[in-house]
């Protein structure tokens, strides 16, 4: 009974401990991904057991990643979709940069994500549907970047039916004009076409 609980207690730690890695391996892919001048990722040693040591990484009591702080860090290069594989993340604040590429559509695996800020960028491309999926999400920032095409009807019913209470998609290429109203009685959420706008 005893050589039982023992091993019990040891494949726990090793999911735990894998767990823990793979979340180091999908913030390290991000980081051979980026241009880096400043060395603000210098810390992101992935032989470290976990991410949770890492500078602008936070992590809760089971030493899962829950925020990504990496505002006005001097970054290029693209959002990786390893990003997606994040479990517990709840901010991924990475605006101010010079990120590019399309927002991968694996972020719609981050269900606890409560701000996305990727503003002030270079995205390009559409706005993922997948977003929509996000029902914990109160702050969607992705003003200022080069994004096409229309807001996903799923996002607009975050503000409906979900917690949203900030969306700001001004300043890119989008088309459509969105009015909706945020029915848990947070302010009025409205979505006015962009003048670059594309038709």
């Keep these: 009974m005893r050589s039982k609980t023992i091993f019990v207690l ?10 823990c890695n793979s979340e180091g391996d999908a913030l390290n892919a991000w980081k051979t991904s980026l241009a880096d001048p400043n060395n603000v990722l210098q810390s992101w040693d992935p032989t470290l057991v976990n991410p949770c040591t890492w500078l602008h990484v936070t992590c809760n009591d089971e030493n899962s990643v829950t925020r990504v702080d990496l505002g006005v860090a001097g970054l290029s290069g693209p959002l990786v979709p ?16 010079k990120l590019s590429g399309a927002i991968p559509s694996a972020l719609g695996n981050l ?15 559409s706005i993922p549907a997948v977003l929509g999926n996000l029902r914990s999400l109160r702050f ?7 994004l096409s095409g229309k807001l996903p009807d799923g996002i607009v019913q975050l503000i409906n039916h979900g917690h ?14 969105v ?9 009025v959420t409205t979505v006015i076409q962009d003048p670059k706008a594309y038709y």
């Design 140 to 146: 969607l920032r992705l003003n200022g970047n080069k």
């Design 10 to 19: 040891v494949f726990a730690l090793a999911i735990a401990y894998a767990d």
């Design 111 to 125: 269900t606890n994500l409560v701000s996305l800020d990727l503003y002030h960028n270079r995205l390009s491309g």
């Design 164 to 177: 949203l209470q900030i969306l700001d998609v001004s300043n890119n290429r989008l088309a459509g004009t």
């Design 179 to 187: 009015r909706a109203t945020n029915k848990t009685g947070f302010a």
């Design 82 to 97: 390893q990003l997606g594989l994040l479990a517990n993340l709840q901010y991924l604040e990475v605006y101010g940069n």
